[in-house]
């Protein structure tokens, strides 16, 4: 298997550029996401041990200059089902998913909010919509994200769903061991020096040998996601949530969001602009439900 490579050094300066202000641009995602699903302050409370409402205020809020923790951010992409990726967009969280129109991303974003069943049906109502040849090319999108992520009836809601409640702090520390092993087996299998990792991250050289301590998970700040997606040219991050024990559903969850994704891109390209927007309105309204539920 073919080693993976940082970017060259004229690429990190071009990251370095886009990444400068980051923190204002995952709290203006994440305030997005927060009012286009419908979540209210209230609700966060209830469903973070350890994060108050207030702090989720501030978190949210562009001017608060303070480090937004990596780990809380991936706990809220997990609770609105969107990967990490959206986060470092400010408000063009859309641009995420260049394969998408407006109106596709719309029933995306909405559709985290439903069960596996939910979802299911959602599916089967815009499958049989689809003529034969049209179901063809889905089948053939279906077979091809088999390969790598399974197929939605593979999993239950247990294995990736939000639990009514987290406690944030316990979270943290389950995906900072889980980043910990990881970033050592990564830098081994590929032959990277730590000086390398930490460069790419831009972290002192200490500070990374830090992250490589399971036993001793520090706090990281929040674009260290981006930079090291970006900066090693990753698909995904999925390989380094692989050993939260406590969360193990947080590494399943990014499978299931790639297999919503295809198949919601697979079908949904296939409607005109008018049949999108009446579906569009039958999952908003659905996922309202099971917003108000929760």
Known sequence: MERITPVSEQELAHINVML??????????????????????????????????STWKRYLQPSYNKMRPLHVVAAYSWLTMLPMSCFYRGLNVKEAYPDMDDISVECLIHSGLLPKNQFAIIIAHLYDFLTKEQKKDVALSEQQMKVSYGLLEDYEDDDFMFPKAIDINEFGQD???????????????????????????????????????????????VEL????????????????????????????????????????????????QQNKKRFSAIVSNLSSMYLHKS
């Open 225 to 272: 996601g981006a930079r090291l997606q970006v900066g090693f040219r990753l698909q995904n991050a999925l390989p380094f949530t692989v050993y939260m024990k406590k969360y193990p559903q947080f590494h399943t969850v990014r499978r299931v969001q790639e297999i919503r994704q295809t198949l919601l891109v697979a079908m949904l390209k296939h409607l005109d």
């Open 20 to 53: 400068k202000d980051v923190h204002i641009a995952v709290s203006m995602s994440m305030a997005y996401i927060r009012k286009f699903q419908g979540w209210t302050f209230v609700q966060l409370d209830n469903r973070f041990d350890g994060v108050s409402n």
């Open 175 to 221: 995906y900072y061991y889980s980043l910990a092993i990881s970033f050592k087996e990564f830098r081994k299998k590929n032959k990277i020096s730590m000086e390398t990792m930490a460069h790419v991250l831009s972290l002192s050289t200490h500070r990374y040998k830090q992250c490589e301590n399971p036993d001793n998970p520090v706090p990281l700040p």
